[in-house]
């Protein structure tokens, strides 16, 4: 006998069988789904908003330099991004989406627009 997954029913059927039923398949990934959402939302939001915050800055522009602290006044949060890019030059950047950015020692910050 299987156990389902979602309801806990007994069920006979081929041993690799999760469900009871095609429905309590369906409820099981539908409140799967949930929880990853739930569990992922805090941390999209504020890649989001890193987002918004390097377009805003950039407007039209492709390649721009600020001052670290400007930045950070608009609450960016440097300490999350969506992945690494190291150029040629061995320069780290940072990813956020469709930007980039690379720290300098003197506090200045080059963002690019991909
Ligand atoms: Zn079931």
Avoid: P
Wanted: aromatic content about 14%; hydrophobic content about 35%; charged content about 30%.
């Amino acid at each position: 006998m299987n156990t389902c997954l979602n309801c806990n029913a007994t069920f006979a059927g081929r041993a690799d069988k999760k469900y009871c039923s095609l429905a309590c398949k369906n409820d099981f990934n539908y409140k799967n789904r949930r929880v990853t959402r739930n569990e992922t939302a805090y941390i999209d939001r504020i890649l989001h908003r890193n987002r918004e915050i390097l377009s805003t800055l950039m407007g039209a522009s492709k390649k721009e330099s600020f001052d670290r602290l400007v930045i950070a006044r608009t609450g960016f949060r440097f300490d999350f991004f969506t992945g690494i890019y190291m150029n040629k030059e061995g320069k780290m950047y940072r990813l956020v989406y469709n930007y980039a950015w690379m720290e300098f020692s003197d506090q200045k910050i080059l963002v690019v627009r991909k």
